[in-house]
Structure formats: structure tokens, C-alpha cells
């Protein structure tokens, strides 16, 4: 059921790509590029919160009054506050699409894992960031979601009650809370650069970067919307005041918009069971392994006597899973010789595509189940046809 | 009849339907196909030793160019048929006689309009003379011992 699900799910996907295709040369496809969008999302959404920081004051008085001095009276701060917003949403749907592509498309199978779980902390860690945004305003849109998360933390047995008391400074909403969430927006911000670290640090010459026509484009989109459709703020948030209802963003706050049916701790405990699946994909194999044929055919072999030690396989694996280590002893063949390095296939990184063997001109390395012999055997089967 | 061999991505343009029990195209029986799990799995000498088996033409096929799966194999893979054509160009072997395409997973009809496209361009030129033994390196038949260390 989920590997025909998934099978329809990548026919679709590449479907859309041949439509795309038509439109652009393939390799400007935006689709192509859903990683290096959302790169180019999150430096806008750094850079426009950086001028945002210097005018925000944390306190829970000071907060709407300059988010409305930065959008009324500070020059061009209205437009820098819409890039922000506006970005943010564009980031979470890159985001998403990025997602929904790479899993659609098979993009996680073998070593491929790594960057897969990275991934679902960044989207877990850009979504409770995007939220905070929110709350950071201070009108009666962010006291709603504020009242709604805390009752989610609440909702958390044992360790939900401390959770919340952390959130918040203290019991109920007080002073300290809106500096615990601006550090929180700005903080995590940060800490998502080392989980992309994390996330790049397994592929080689990763497309972290969308062609100049699609940065232009996106970027002259986003301050286009922002100057057209400013943002603006709800009405000042009132103590104690229960607030029923407020402009939906859809792409940060939907959760929140479900707690209008569900009690909180069921939203929550949706999310987190919705997060935990996500971390389950790469493990759950579409195929099983004779089905999967020559996509999977054992990880790339080193042919100890053949190796010169050349390392042109070395640059070519897109996985950096193959590492040149000194040579222990000289190569059989003439070319091997007088080596002073030796391929090493790092098993652990290794997704079996095959591309080293291309790479390798003396026959030194081999997909054990797809040899050199059975080319050959082929090509023989063409010749005496 | 031309003997052609044609090497593609599983991930990429899907022969389903295509192709008899042997792996030939229907369309153009002279087309033998063989799938392989990244386009840049292909070793360039593996061509040339085709053509020089007796080959009349082969070609490898990828995914369209920024849709790799493993991100740069088609581009890799292009990289080195374009190598390949001028070291075909040294060897006086037509370099025409190999190619590189790129088409996706529904990319059917354009696929097949392109391997036509290749055989209209084999059968255009001259027949395929006797080639040359490839310049070989001297065999080794070293054990270990015998290498100069």
C-alpha cells in the first residue's frame, strides 16, 4: 500500500517536472532547486531580522509599540518587516516542497539518511521559529497562540507543567516571557545553521544555491508582495483578555487553527506523532531488496592490485564516502606500481550508484552485483546477436 | 542491421513497454537495452570497447540535467562522452558513433525520438572499418614479488 502509494507519488512528481521542463531549460527548473530556495529564504529572513532586532523592544508593554514604530515611522521598516514575513512563509513552503520532492523521489535510501533526519529538525526547529515570530508582535493574535502553545505544553504529561513555567518565566504570562522567545526566534535561527552543517556534510558540491534568475526573481517577489500587501499588526494585546479569534497565517499557525475542534494536547500529540513519522521514513523501504534491482547493487568494491591511487574517484563521489588513505603496499599493475595513496570506500556513505566506477580508468573499482563482466556480457550478447 | 547498445538510468526515462524480453526496443529492434543505477556507473573505456567489439553505436542515458538523482552523474557522464568524442577523435573512430541523453522517468516519446535521431545519424555515415587494436598497455602478468617496490 505505501510503496504503490509512493510509486503513483513519484510518477506525479516527475510529471510535474516534464510540464516544468517545457517552460524552462531543465536545469533552471525551480523544483530543481527547492534546497537552495529555502537557503536563499533563511539568509533574507537573517538579514531582515537583524535590522527588525535593533528596533524590538522585549517587554510585554514595549513590544506592539515598537513593531508599529518600526512599520509606521522608521524608513522603509514596514517593507523590511513584510520581506520578513513574507520570506518566512516562502521558507516553509520550500521548505515542505523540499520535503515532499525528496521523499517522493526516493532521495533518502542507504547513507542518505543523514541528511534526511537533519532535515526534520530544521522543519521542526523553522516551524516552533516561525511561531515564535508570531508571538513576538505581541497583539491579540500572538496572546491567543501563546495561550493556546502553553496549554499544548500543558497537556505533556510530567514533564509539561515545568515546560511551560520555562516558556513562560514563572506562572502565567509575565515580563520575562517575551525575552525567553525572542532569544528563542533568534537563537534557534542561529542553531539552524549547524544543523545545516549537519545537513551538508555528507554531500559533496550540494546545490545550496538557486541560479541568479530564480534569487532575482523570489527576492523581487517577496519585496514586490511586501510593498503591495503591507504587513500589519492585530489590535494591542489586553492582560487577561481571552482572545476568540484572529487573522490565520496558513502556513505557521494551522496547527493552532485545529484547536478550534480539538483540545490542545491531542493537536500536540498529533504533531509530535506526525514528527515521529517523519523520522521513520528513510527506514522504511519502499521496495524489497530483489525488487529493487540495480538500484541496488552493493556498495562500491576497491580493487586493492588495480588502484594507482589516482583519486579521481575521490572527486567524483557525490557522497564523500570514498577517502584516500596511504598506501599499506604496492599496487599489482604496472600503473599501481608506484602508488602512494589507495581508495577506501567508507561503507557507511556509500548509496550504491556506481558513479566511482565510472570514474575509475583502471579498473579498481566494482558494484559486486553489477561487474565490470556483465557490461562486457551484455555488449558480447549485441555483438553475436 | 546496425547493433546498437543503449545504457540507461533506472531512475530514468522508463523503457516499460518498450522493450521485448532481450531488452530490444520494439520500435527498433537493432537498439539493445541495458539498465544501470546512475548514468555516470558508466565507465567511458566500456563505449570504446564496445565499438571496437563490434558495436555500431552506444549511448547512455540520465535524467534530465539537474535532476540527478545522485545530483551530478549526468552531468559527470556528459563530462566524459565529451571526452570520450576527442579521445575517439585521436583513435580514428567517428566519434559520432557514441552519445549522451537526458530524458526523465515520462520522457517516452521524446526518448525514442532521439535514439531515431542517432540511428538516422549511424546509418548516415560509413561503414565502420576494421579498427585498429586499441593501443594496449604491455600485459602484467606480475605476481607481487616481481613489482619493483
Given amino acids: ?385 | 542491421m546496425l547493433k546498437i547498445i543503449g545504457f540507461i538510468c533506472d531512475w530514468a526515462v522508463s523503457t516499460e513497454g518498450l522493450t521485448d524480453g532481450q531488452g530490444r526496443l520494439l520500435a527498433h529492434p537493432s537498439v539493445s537495452i541495458v539498465r544501470i543505477p546512475c548514468s555516470g556507473f558508466i565507465r567511458s573505456d566500456w563505449l570504446e570497447d564496445a565499438l571496437r567489439a563490434g558495436v555500431d553505436g552506444a549511448f547512455v542515458t540520465g535524467c534530465p540535467y539537474g535532476d540527478c538523482l545522485n545530483r551530478e552523474g549526468n552531468y559527470l557522464m556528459r563530462d566524459r562522452v565529451e571526452q570520450l568524442e576527442r579521445r575517439l577523435q585521436r583513435r580514428r573512430v567517428d566519434p559520432q558513433r557514441v552519445a549522451m541523453l537526458a530524458h526523465g522517468l515520462h520522457d517516452r516519446q521524446a526518448f525514442l525520438g532521439d535514439v531515431e535521431a542517432f540511428l538516422r545519424r549511424l546509418a548516415a555515415l560509413p561503414a565502420q572499418s576494421a579498427p585498429a587494436a586499441r593501443p594496449s598497455a604491455p600485459k602484467v602478468s606480475a605476481s607481487r614479488e616481481e613489482v619493483p617496490q
Fill in chain 1, 1 to 385: 500500500m505505501y510503496r504503490r502509494a509512493l510509486s503513483w507519488l513519484l510518477r506525479q512528481t516527475l510529471r510535474l517536472d516534464v510540464y516544468i521542463n517545457k517552460v524552462y531549460p531543465t536545469d533552471w527548473n525551480p523544483l530543481y532547486y527547492t534546497g537552495g530556495l529555502t537557503n536563499l529564504f533563511l539568509l533574507v529572513l537573517v538579514v531582515s531580522g537583524i535590522l527588525l532586532l535593533f528596533y524590538y523592544v522585549a517587554s510585554l508593554d514595549g513590544a506592539f509599540a515598537s513593531v508599529a514604530y518600526l512599520t509606521e515611522r522608521v524608513p522603509y521598516g514596514g517593507l523590511f518587516r513584510g520581506i520578513h514575513r513574507y520570506a518566512a512563509d516562502a521558507f516553509i513552503v520550500a521548505v515542505l516542497l523540499h520535503l515532499f520532492r525528496n521523499w517522493f523521489t526516493d532521495r533518502y535510501l542507504f547513507s542518505r539518511d543523514g541528511p534526511w533526519i537533519s532535515g526534520m529538525f530544521l522543519l521542526i526547529l523553522g516551524g516552533f521559529i516561525g511561531v515564535n515570530g508570531y508571538q513576538l508582535v505581541w497583539d491579540q493574535r500572538a496572546q491567543a497562540i501563546t495561550a493556546i502553545f502553553v496549554s499544548m505544553l500543558y497537556a505533556i504529561p510530567l514533564a509539561g507543567p515545568p515546560l511551560a513555567q520555562l516558556f513562560l518565566g514563572g506562572v502565567g504570562i509575565n515580563d520575562a516571557m517575551l525575552p525567553r522567545i525572542l532569544f528563542l526566534h533568534v537563537g534557534l535561527a542561529s542553531f539552524l545553521y549547524v544543523l545545516l552543517w549537519w545537513h551538508y556534510v555528507r554531500v559533496r558540491h550540494p546545490k545550496i544555491w538557486p541560479p541568479a534568475t530564480w534569487v532575482l526573481a523570489t527576492l523581487g517577489g517577496i519585496i514586490l508582495l511586501a510593498a503591495v500587501i503591507p504587513v500589519t499588526s492585530g489590535t494591542p494585546a489586553q492582560p487577561g483578555l481571552k482572545v476568540f479569534s484572529y487573522p490565520l497565517d496558513v502556513f505557521f499557525l494551522l496547527p493552532f487553527w485545529l484547536t478550534n475542534w480539538l483540545p490542545a494536547g491531542i493537536v500536540f500529540a498529533a504533531l509530535a506523532a506526525l514528527g515521529v513519522l517523519g523520522y521513520v521514513i528513510p527506514y522504511v523501504s519502499r521496495e524489497s531488496e530483489p525488487a529493487m534491482g540495480v538500484r541496488h547493487s552493493g556498495v562500491a568494491q576497491v580493487i586493492d592490485g588495480n588502484c594507482t591511487g589516482c583519486e579521481l574517484c575521490y572527486y567524483d563521489c557525490p557522497y564523500d564516502a570514498i577517502v584516500m588513505v596511504p598506501s599499506p603496499h604496492a599496487g599489482l599493475t604496472k600503473a599501481a606500481a608506484n602508488r602512494k595513496l589507495l581508495a577506501a570506500v567508507m561503507d557507511s556513505r556509500c548509496v550504491e550508484c556506481g558513479i566511482c566506477i565510472g570514474a575509475c580508468p583502471f579498473e579498481a573499482l566494482e558494484l559486486p552485483k553489477f561487474l565490470e563482466a556483465d557490461i562486457k556480457q551484455h555488449v558480447a550478447q549485441v555483438v553475436t546477436a
